[in-house]
């Protein structure tokens, strides 16, 4: 069975300072991993995925995040975050060939000014 | 551009009322999906459907049924409404291969008193 967490409830950080918002998974196959980040009372937006190819993937509105198989992690990270990317981010997974995406709990980001 | 349009965005039941919610997707997308979403917990998903014609079981599926009307169209069906109904729902689609990216609504917001 697939699965994600996500082991910081919230992340606070200075507006332009680094964000990173921790990932890990476990799959028993190749893993298909994304980001989406929900602000309030909307809908998720898709942010970046890895399916394959090179490590480090690059996203929506700056965001980037790499991928360590050994670690099975999939941090999200930004060099220099904004106040506008206060939201809750979330992490998911997908195993080859499979049509179900399960996700991490949610991790809030507060960026202060 | 629609993307994925549920309906409606708010409703109050009381306990043991039934309700629909709609969802249509303009993407052409083969796979549809119908999660919740309760604090702490991520999203869950309910029922999905991999393709006009089938559905199937989530991890929640308890209290629910889903309808595959025809591509663009699935909905999800509260037989008799229990307090812990009380969440955020979401559609989604996708192309259907396990790389591809699934796109969600806006949420429906369902309080059941």
């Known amino acids: 069975a697939q699965s994600v967490a996500q082991p910081e409830d919230q992340v606070n950080v200075a507006e332009g300072n680094p964000l990173t918002v921790k990932c890990t998974y476990s799959v028993s196959g190749n893993p298909y991993l994304f980001w989406y980040v929900q602000y309030p009372n909307r809908g998720l937006q898709f942010l970046l995925k890895?399916?394959?190819?090179?490590?480090l993937v690059k996203g929506s509105y700056g965001f980037e995040a790499e991928f360590n198989k050994s670690q099975t992690s999939f941090h999200l990270k930004k060099p220099s975050a904004l106040v506008s990317d206060s939201a809750l981010y979330f992490c998911?997974?997908?195993?080859?060939?499979?049509?179900?995406?399960?996700f991490g709990a949610g991790t809030t980001v507060t960026v202060r000014a | 551009n629609a993307g994925v349009t549920q309906t409606p965005k708010f409703q109050v039941l009381k306990t043991g009322q039934s309700m629909t919610l709609q969802c249509a997707q303009d993407?052409?997308?083969?796979?549809m999906y119908w999660y919740r979403q309760d604090p702490g917990m991520g999203l869950r998903l309910i029922y999905y459907?991999?393709?006009?014609?089938?559905?199937d079981k989530g991890e929640v599926p308890n209290g629910y049924n889903v309808s595959r009307l025809n591509k663009r169209e699935f909905s999800l069906r509260l037989e008799s409404a229990a307090p812990s109904q009380t969440s955020v729902y979401f559609c989604?689609?996708?192309?259907?291969?396990?790389?591809?990216?699934?796109?969600f609504g806006e949420g429906s917001w369902l309080t059941v008193v």
């Open positions: 998911a997974v997908r195993e080859w060939e499979d049509y179900k995406l399960s």
């Open positions: 459907s991999a393709s006009e014609g089938t559905t």
């Open positions: 989604a689609s996708s192309d259907g291969s396990s790389g591809n990216t699934i796109y």
């Open positions: 993407m052409n997308h083969n796979s």
């Open positions: 890895y399916i394959t190819g090179d490590n």
